[in-house]
């Protein structure tokens, strides 16, 4: 009998010892992910996600270095030729082994027409197997940031890939969504063991990774809350380690709370507005067979009514930074002379809109969401007050980012004329954000994937050509301050500001870095 109790006692002090080392991280933000196939969105919370699933050749870790990942070594073989050394012994989730082949397919699968992730395909010509641990990737032209995309070309296994008929990236309607929107099965440090949208997405370390983890984590579990005061809430009571963004109104209490941390620090996104200058008759303006968008003067009346500075104090409370580029400082390619905004002036945007034959000003409906980016719901509550000033009528259509992004992007037909948006090129480099949302749309050769007001410009066109392919480091810097100059002097989109970073983490969370993407990486989070 004392023996049979001795054991029990000794199993549940194993149990309770387990317990005790158990580390789990639980965080939240506004949005839940917008799925799990590698390439089928691209967005910022989403892809943060996907780099705990999936793997690239590289890897850019919180500090923005890159380093190996899927690919050990690499070399330039010639001016538009890599050769890459694939790491071995890797697996997959679903134990199938790593090899050349999934990256061939992983490739040219982010390059398929329905991928979010085919800018970073732009360059590829070919990727061949030289064995089943060696590929060379071809390039059309020489590339100067192939690296830097490789990032964010996940890779697949191939074979699981076409025994669950997902061997193309396919948007779905939610509960009819593709296999790999709603399982995952990368190389990742870890993998999901459970996902309900809109509620939660759980992981573990996955104990085949290739790699030594610097976490200390056994589980993390992910619930977007929409409501800012519900995740603070959440925070306080222990029910979440970590919540971001922090309500901007609620920094200066969280950081007298004990037990709390605020972290605040730059970032890169640069939020915008965009304007459709596409189509010869404006969605809100039926049957006039004009589209004030196309006229240049209404656009620089529109940047001269918007007073950024106003945003910066009232809406954002002094945490952001007003912009005149599309791009943020630590952004290869960023000009501190062009970044100099244009003048507030509503007097001279009256006379402008006037000019181009629009005296009483006219009625625009603006897109906005309410939970991706900080107070994005009130930036465009604070815009229509000041076009109003010059006679322009806004009508705001405010939704969660699920909805917005559908709308206003390919899936809907850019069903848009006027809209707020936010843009971290992922590739660090001014070419990425040129290319997203500058560049002329163009489906077939993927270019302007995010330019969702289609502004197209044959002149800054062939600069971003140019930017992709020129290796001189003094002649490329010159071919972007060209591009961007003659797109912000053609007024082809609004820019607003960057956005301050602001996270609140329990004492509970030993480490998490803070990299200005804005993306909370589990991979080196330790707690107490």
């Not at 005149?324 to 002379?337: D, H, M, Q």
């Not at 309410?370 to 994005?376: L, S, T």
Request: glycine share 8%; hydrophobic share 40%.
């Amino acid at each position: 009998m004392r023996r049979r109790f001795l054991l029990a006692a000794a199993a549940t002090a194993l149990v309770l010892a387990g317990a005790a080392d158990a580390k789990t991280f639980r965080f939240s933000t506004s949005g839940d992910v917008n799925g799990l196939d590698p390439h089928l969105n691209n967005e910022t919370p989403t892809n943060a996600m996907k780099h705990n699933l999936y793997e690239g050749l590289v890897y850019r870790n919180h500090k923005l270095e890159v380093e190996p990942a899927l690919a050990t070594e690499w070399s330039q073989t010639g001016p538009t030729t890599w050769r890459f050394k694939l790491r071995q012994g890797v697996t997959f989730h679903d134990g199938t082994p790593f090899k050349a082949d999934d990256v061939i397919f992983s490739i040219a699968r982010a390059g398929a027409t329905t991928s979010a992730m085919r800018i970073f395909t732009q360059t590829i010509k070919e990727v061949r197997k030289v064995d089943d641990h060696t590929i060379d990737i071809e390039t059309k032209v020489p590339d100067p940031i192939l690296l830097s995309s490789l990032g964010y070309l996940w890779i697949m296994s191939k074979d699981w890939s076409e025994k669950n008929g997902t061997a193309t990236p396919v948007q779905g309607i939610v509960g009819n969504e593709s296999y790999a929107n709603v399982h995952a099965n990368g190389t990742g440090p870890f993998k999901v063991i459970d996902r309900v949208p809109d509620t939660r997405t759980v992981l573990v370390p996955f104990d085949k990774w290739w790699g030594k983890p610097e976490h200390n984590l056994t589980r993390v579990e992910f619930r977007p809350i929409a409501n800012a005061a519900t995740r603070v809430a959440a925070l306080l009571s222990g029910e979440l380690d970590m919540m971001y963004p922090v309500p901007l109104q609620d920094v200066p209490r969280l950081k007298r709370t004990g037990g709390v941390k605020v972290l605040e620090g730059p970032e890169l996104r640069t939020i915008y507005i965009g304007m459709d200058q596409f189509r010869d008759e404006l969605l809100d303006m039926p049957g006039s067979g004009k589209n004030p968008f196309k006229d240049r003067r209404v656009r620089q009346a529109f940047y001269q009514a918007i007073d950024v500075q106003a945003i910066h104090k009232v809406v954002m409370r002094g945490a952001s930074t007003p912009t005149g580029l599309l791009i943020a400082p630590g952004i290869n390619g960023f000009s501190k002379e062009l970044n100099e905004r244009f003048p507030f002036d509503p007097e001279g945007a009256k006379k402008l809109l006037a000019d181009a034959g629009y005296p009483s000003g006219f009625t625009v409906t603006m897109d906005c969401s309410n939970d991706r980016y900080v107070n994005d719901e009130q930036i465009c509550q604070a815009i229509a007050p000041m076009l109003a000033r010059i006679g322009v009528t806004l009508k705001l259509n405010i939704q969660t980012k699920s909805k917005y992004f559908d709308k206003i992007g390919v899936r809907a037909g850019f069903n848009t004329s006027f809209f707020l948006h936010g843009w971290t090129p992922g590739t660090y480099d001014a070419h990425n954000g040129l290319m997203a949302l500058v560049h002329t749309r163009d489906q077939a050769a993927g270019t302007g994937t995010t330019n969702n007001g289609r502004y197209s410009n044959a002149a800054v066109d062939a600069l971003i050509a140019q930017i992709g392919i020129e290796t001189d480091k003094e002649k490329r810097t010159r071919l972007i301050y060209d591009a961007m100059k003659l797109a912000k002097d053609d007024y082809s989109h609004i820019p607003v500001h960057q956005q301050a970073l602001a996270w609140a983490v329990r004492d509970s969370v030993a480490f998490i870095p803070q990299p200005p993407d804005d993306s909370p990486m589990p991979r080196y989070i330790r707690m107490k």
